[in-house]
């Protein structure tokens, strides 16, 4: 496959998909959502995958939705159309996600962002839904997403000032994982990815989902959905590989069985 808007690579175990949209800090549009979640689903059922990253430029990871593509869309031709219905592939990938963001993360970007697993950040990132200078409010999860990382209090000061954050601010409030010189952020994130990948598949993807379980279930319904899953892994090979390796002081191979 070849892709216009994106640049796909793999690194060992790694996916990695970089936006490729330099005259237009990496805006998202429709063709890009496209092969970037062509991009994720090949990498989701390729087995030798473990991990995906997904980057952008030193200036912007992406600078929201395309404004030039979206600005003379109607009511009825964006219903119709099922408007941003496809942006939320990220969050239903089982393989885990990291986004490494260097510059501008906005609008849709941060979106996107938000629907990875980690956020590792570069000192020069930020933060921003501008979407309400723009006349409109996120629409890609945003304003469900954004409160459950920062809180309210952020998530509302951001939402409707539409201003910047930087990396330090999105650190100390909870947005991003890590953050970096901005020379070490792909290594940093590919190095996060290497280390995923490693793991068994099925029990880091089991990981993910029961971590994701947290943002939308009570603490005792989570907590058994842990359990649950928790017992099942002793039904594996990679559980007794994992096991077996520790006691004998060597170091696990798993099968992803
Ligand atoms: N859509 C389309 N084009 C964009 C864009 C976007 N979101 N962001 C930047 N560009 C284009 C600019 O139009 C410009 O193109 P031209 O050279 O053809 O004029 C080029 O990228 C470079 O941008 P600037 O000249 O503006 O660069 P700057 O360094 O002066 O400013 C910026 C950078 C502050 C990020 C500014 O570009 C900006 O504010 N961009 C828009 C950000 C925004 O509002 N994002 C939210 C979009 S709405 C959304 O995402 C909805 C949703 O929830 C899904």
New binding site residues.
């Given amino acids: 496959m070849s892709y216009q808007t994106i640049i796909v690579e793999t690194r060992g175990k790694t996916g990695l998909v970089t936006f490729n949209r330099p005259?237009?800090?990496?805006?998202?549009?429709e063709a890009l959502i496209a092969e970037l979640n062509t991009a994720l689903v090949d990498f989701e059922t390729n087995p030798e995958i473990g991990c995906t990253v997904i980057t952008g430029s030193e200036?912007?990871f992406?600078?929201?939705?395309?404004?030039?593509?979206?600005a003379e869309k109607t009511y009825i031709e964006a219903y119709l159309a099922r408007f941003?219905d496809g942006?939320t592939r990220i969050a239903d990938t089982r393989k885990p996600v990291i986004a490494a963001v260097s510059g501008?993360c906005?609008?849709?970007?941060?979106?996107l962002a938000m629907m990875c697993d980690l956020i590792v950040a570069s000192e020069t990132a930020?933060f921003?839904?501008?979407?309400i200078?723009?006349g409109?409010?996120?629409?890609?999860?945003?304003t469900q997403r954004l409160p459950r990382f920062i809180g309210k209090a952020k998530a509302m000061d951001l939402i409707l000032t539409?201003r910047?954050m930087d990396a330090a601010e999105a650190e100390r409030a909870g947005l991003v994982s890590r953050v970096v010189a901005p020379d070490k952020l792909l290594a940093e994130a590919l190095a996060a990815a290497d280390k995923i990948a490693s793991y068994s598949q099925p029990i880091v993807m089991m990981a993910k989902e029961t971590v994701n379980r947290a943002q939308e279930t009570s603490l005792a319904e989570g907590a058994r959905f842990e359990r649950r899953l928790f017992l099942s892994m002793f039904a594996t090979t990679d559980q007794k590989e994992g096991m077996d390796a520790f006691i004998a002081k060597r170091k696990p191979v798993f099968r992803n069985r």
């Fill in positions: 005259q237009a800090l990496n805006a998202l549009n200036k912007a992406a600078a929201g939705a395309d404004v030039k593509e979206m941003l942006w501008f906005l609008g849709g970007g941060l979106e930020r921003a839904l501008p979407e200078t723009l409109i409010m996120p629409g890609a999860g945003g539409g910047m």
